[in-house]
Nanobody, 120 residues
Framework: QVQLVESGGGLVQAGGSLRLSCAAS????????MAWFRQAPGKEREIVAV??????STYNPDPGRFTISRDNAKDTVYLQMDSLKPEDTAVYYC???????????????WGQGTQVTVAS
């Protein structure tokens, strides 16, 4: 019943930008912390950014290039990515859960993932 559907991935040149979107259904979206994770081949899934239910608090280890935001009226969370580098190449996932966390295991619901490839 709960679905998270991601879009916006693709192939870009180094230095380019993408905006990822994740549309949620089947849950009370505004009450869930939302997160973006990524996973490159042979690597563990890692946190990209987290945003709380009200959108006024975030965790973001790379604020110079990535921005997380949400629109509760549209049940959608976004990840704006600028100045992309080849090492950003990965499958990007959105996730929802009851608790703000940097750990993937804390999240109950996951999207299918969207591929981001940054060419040099």
């Amino acid at each position: 019943q709960v679905q998270l559907v991601e879009s916006g991935g693709g192939l870009v040149q180094a230095g380019g930008s993408l905006r990822l979107s994740c549309a949620a259904s089947g849950l009370t979206f505004s009450r869930y912390p939302m997160a973006w994770f990524r996973q490159a081949p042979g690597k563990e899934r890692e946190i990209v950014a987290v945003i709380n239910w009200s959108g006024d608090s975030t965790y973001n280890p790379d604020p110079g290039r990535f921005t997380i935001s949400r629109d509760n009226a549209k049940d959608t969370v976004y990840l704006q990515m600028d100045s992309l580098k080849p090492e950003d190449t990965a499958v990007y996932y959105c996730a929802a859960g009851p608790t703000i966390s940097r750990a993937a295991k804390a999240y109950n619901f996951w999207g299918q993932g969207t591929q981001v490839t940054v060419a040099s």
